[in-house]
């Protein structure tokens, strides 16, 4: 300890939100640079170089090989697969001197796809896999919560290339495979669900979310054994019903009426329903967003939805990715005066059926609604002038929807898509993520090869990620408590730490000769040899979090010294003499 490259600290840095973010600062095993940008100090580096080498045992041993690209990347092959313009803000541009216009790569779909395209040309030569340990960044908006969320971080990314689909179906269930061994080795807990693809595109795509009550993804799991992402849930439309008796819409005075609340209270004092009192559930709330494309276009959107939900934005901004998402502004409503807000209806919403190619008409918005409002489905909405609603508004009688679309909150209690029973939520943060790609890249980059009749064929994809960077936080968040880190043996910088806890030559001579037959042993020592009280070294030993230390301190008088389990918190004295054995069998040696 006296020599390792490491300060620790007794107060919580200012901006940490998570326990892994404060504990892994104030341990010494990062220090931030910037916004979304950290160092790696020794203890960390150590840390992060365990988590790797699972990944890369578990990669070799499905046959994936490994590459490294480089981070600094020509804007070419971003601008075939039209990612240079579909991430937006989110990537990071540069010129160099000569104006070419260069990136920090965000992913490497395309590099890989162009390198298989240059040494691939038969189906002799796939299928292939290939993976890379690389940084990446991403100008994220809000950088947060540490190595989860920020600018640069270190992604393992591997891709499969296959022939047909059935190659890729396998090469996806062998890379499942190895993502659940891995994370079944780094000992935290997770679900896999279902995923939205978001800008990878592809088709099947699945996430593993290390669970977690500060995780930023909210997820849903069924009894059964249905799990998804909210953004990936797609409920079933409702059926379609017989309104053949329902009486022709009625418009009603609804003073001082804009929200679903004082709707609900008005719709009932004024004019009740002869069945049983309105409730939210029977209104149409209409919400009006504005669009922005990279491409600086802007278009608004309307969304007609039950009134006792609301609009989920992380399941929006999923649906029409990579557009981002704002709710109108008061500016907006200026500029749009048919949009009465507070009373909107979908009387001056929607663009009417389009013939092919045919252009919608200048200041119509685009309305499209819940699956809820199925055919034949009666709502009390909008009547589009202020302080009026209008009751019995049939879908498909007195007013078709431009589409459908499923971003409305889900609840807990909510029915499960498949039908497997109510759903429950719980949170997450994003540790893997696989994806079947299909021949969306090899398309835009014309990667083919021959089949066995000579004959080109387009090479299908898969995407597979982990986040090396964010499992060391995972890992720490996870396994944390109130007196710091306390890391599975399997990533722990260091098996065991010894500690001298007081004066006297023979505590320091003994602690030091342990040291050294335990590291002659194969065992990773930290040895506490500082000038710091047995508090100070006490603190410390559990801040940093190695799952074993031993202590040599006043037992030593007896003849013994004292083992102690960081997780557990256990301690018992065992003769001094017999402690080197004593280490091994506690670490499984």
Known sequence: MSQLFVR??????????????????????????????????????????????????????IGAQEVLFPALLPREPYEASHRWTD??????????????????????????TLMVKDLCSSYKDLPLYLYQIQHKYRDEARPRAGLLRGREFVMKDS???????????????DHRAAYIRIFDRLGFEYVIVN??????????????????ASGEDTFVRSPGGFAANVEAIQRPMAAEQDASDVPSPVVHDTPDSPTIETLVDQANALFPRPDRPWQASDTLKNVVFRLTYPDGRTEPLAIGL????????RRLEAAVSPATVEAFTDDD??????????????????????????????????????????????????AD???????????????????????????????????????????????GHIFQLGTKYAEALGLKVLDANGKLQTVTMGSYGIGVSRAVAVVAESTCDEKGLCWPRAVAPFDVEIVPAGKGDQIAVTAERLAAELAHRGVAVLLDDRKASPGVKF?????????????VGRLLADGQVEIRDRKSGSARPVPVDAAVEEVLAEIGR
Do not use: C
């Open 539 to 551: 603190a410390d030993a559990e801040l940093l979090g190695m799952p074993t230390s031993v202590v």
């Open 306 to 313: 039950p009134g006792d939900r609301d609009v989920d934005l």
């Open 159 to 173: 891709y499969s290339f296959n022939i047909d689909q059935a190659g890729l179906d396998q090469a996806y269930q």
């Open 8 to 61: 620790t600290l007794r107060e919580d840095p200012a901006d940490a939100e998570m326990p892994s973010h404060r504990w892994l600062v104030r341990a010494g095993y990062i220090r931030r640079v910037a916004p979304g940008i950290y160092s790696w100090l020794p203890l960390g580096l150590k840390v992060f170089g365990k988590i790797s080498e699972i990944i890369r045992e578990e990669m070799d041993a």
């Open 385 to 431: 002038e202020l302080g009026k609603h209008v009751a019995d508004m049939v879908v498909g009688r007195d007013f078709t929807p431009d589409g459908y679309l499923d971003v409305a909150e889900i609840r807990e209690g909510d029915e499960s898509p498949d039908g497997s029973g109510p759903l429950s939520l719980a949170r997450g943060i994003e540790m």
């Open 195 to 212: 995923a939205h693809s978001g800008a990878m595109g592809g088709s099947a795509s699945e996430e593993f979310l290390a669970i977690a």
């Open 333 to 382: 409503f200026a500029a749009n005066p048919r949009l009465v807000k507070g009373y909107m209806g979908p009387g001056v919403l929607g663009q009417g059926p389009l013939a092919p190619g045919e252009r919608p008409a200048p200041g119509t918005i685009r309305f499209l609604v819940d699956p809820a409002l199925a055919r034949g489905t009666r709502w009390l909405t909008g």
């Open 87 to 112: 991430y937006g803000d989110n990537l990071f541009r540069l010129v160099d001197r000569k104006g070419a216009d260069m990136l920090l790569g965000p992913t490497h779909e395309e590099m890989f």
